[in-house]
């Protein structure tokens, strides 16, 4: 008798157990990824205990990757109110505006410019020293890999007169832009290592 009970209670557990699970599975939409954010229903909808309603469909359709596709979907507009920003307002929820990296969880990794010359490095790792996402973008860059050098002026003069890199890297802030010209040009040879077989670009340096 004490076996079958013992049975039962644990078949009890386990359908209650999967039948959980599915209720659970079919009740959000999981965790849904963007260019450098995700944003989790399981922080959203379990965490802070929000209802379907309080963002579905007044903010966004119940689709995942429609804003993906949106170009709409900026940080212009969220620091304007718009998406995420109806909430992270510094209000409802910590501001849009600050705490970059709680939403942006990819931090960009390095960057090795190939255009118009053979090779310049950038590397966020670097840079994260002092620097606030802020300071770069999206004033100085876009963000998006190697987004610069599709633009024609990116060359030494723009540096010089304190675009892009020069707007740091001015001898003040930062090493001049006329001055350890290999610390930036890696070169060929550099390229080679970075990209090439061997050891990878997670190698010193
Ligand atoms: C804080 C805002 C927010 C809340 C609350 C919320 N969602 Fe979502 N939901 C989103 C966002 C953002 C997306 C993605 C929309 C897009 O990218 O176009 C999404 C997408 C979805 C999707 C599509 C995902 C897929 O994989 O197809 C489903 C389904 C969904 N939500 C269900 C729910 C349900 C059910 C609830 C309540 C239990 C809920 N959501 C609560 C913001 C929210
Ligand atoms: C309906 C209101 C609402 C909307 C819309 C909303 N959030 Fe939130 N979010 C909150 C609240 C409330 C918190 C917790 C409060 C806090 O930490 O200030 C939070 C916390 C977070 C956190 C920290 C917790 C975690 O998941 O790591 C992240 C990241 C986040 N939100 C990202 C987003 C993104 C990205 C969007 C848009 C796709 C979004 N949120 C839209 C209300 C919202
Ligand atoms: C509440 C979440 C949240 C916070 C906080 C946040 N962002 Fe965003 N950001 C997003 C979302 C969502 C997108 C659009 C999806 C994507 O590109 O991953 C986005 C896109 C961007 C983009 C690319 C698209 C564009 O508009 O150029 C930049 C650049 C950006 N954010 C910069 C910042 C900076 C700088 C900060 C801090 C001052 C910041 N973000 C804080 C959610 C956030
Ligand atoms: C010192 C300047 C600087 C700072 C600070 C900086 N970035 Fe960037 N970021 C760049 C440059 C340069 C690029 C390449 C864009 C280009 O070529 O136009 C880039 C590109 C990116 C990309 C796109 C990478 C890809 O693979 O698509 C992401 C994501 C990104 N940055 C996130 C961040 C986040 C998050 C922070 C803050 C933690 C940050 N960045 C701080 C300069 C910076
Ligand atoms: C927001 C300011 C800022 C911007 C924009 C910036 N840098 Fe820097 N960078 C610095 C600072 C500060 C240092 C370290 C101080 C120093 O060495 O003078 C540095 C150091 C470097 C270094 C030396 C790294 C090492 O190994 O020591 C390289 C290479 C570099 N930057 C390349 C670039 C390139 C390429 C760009 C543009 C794509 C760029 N930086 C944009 C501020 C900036
Ligand atoms: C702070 C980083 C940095 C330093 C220092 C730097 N450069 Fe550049 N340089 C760049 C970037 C970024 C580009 C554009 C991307 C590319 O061509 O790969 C560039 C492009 C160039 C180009 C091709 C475009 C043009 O302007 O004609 C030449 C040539 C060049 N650099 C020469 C030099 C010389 C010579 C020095 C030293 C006197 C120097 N650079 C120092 C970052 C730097």
């Known amino acids: ?98 705490d970059c990296t709680t939403c942006h969880v990819k931090d960009g990794g390095d960057m090795l410019y190939t255009e118009p010359v053979k090779s310049v490095i950038f590397s966020h ?3 994260a020293d002092g620097f606030g996402c802020e300071s770069c973008h999206t004033g100085l860059f876009k963000m998006e890999a190697l987004a610069a050098q599709k633009n024609e002026n990116f060359v030494m003069e723009a540096l010089y007169q304190g675009e892009y890199c020069g707007a740091c890297h001015d001898g003040d802030t930062a090493f001049a832009s006329n001055t350890r010209c290999a610390t ?12 090439g077989g061997g050891k990878a670009a997670n190698g010193s340096h």
Request: aromatic share 10%.
């Open 1 to 98: 008798m004490k076996s079958v009970t013992r049975f039962l209670i644990i078949t009890f557990l386990a359908v209650t157990t999967i039948g959980l699970q599915l209720s659970y599975a079919s009740d959000g939409g999981g965790e849904i990824t963007y260019k450098s954010t995700v944003f989790s229903h399981d922080s959203h909808v379990d965490g802070m205990g929000l209802d379907c309603d309080s963002c579905h469909d007044g903010i966004f359709e119940m689709e995942a990757g429609a804003m993906a596709a949106n170009p709409a979907f900026s940080m212009e507009a969220i620091y304007q109110g718009e998406f995420c920003g109806a909430c992270h307002d510094g209000d409802t929820a910590f501001a849009s505006d600050e």
């Open 184 to 195: 930036c040009h890696i070169g060929v040879k550099g390229y080679n290592r970075l990209t």
């Open 125 to 127: 790792e670097i840079h």
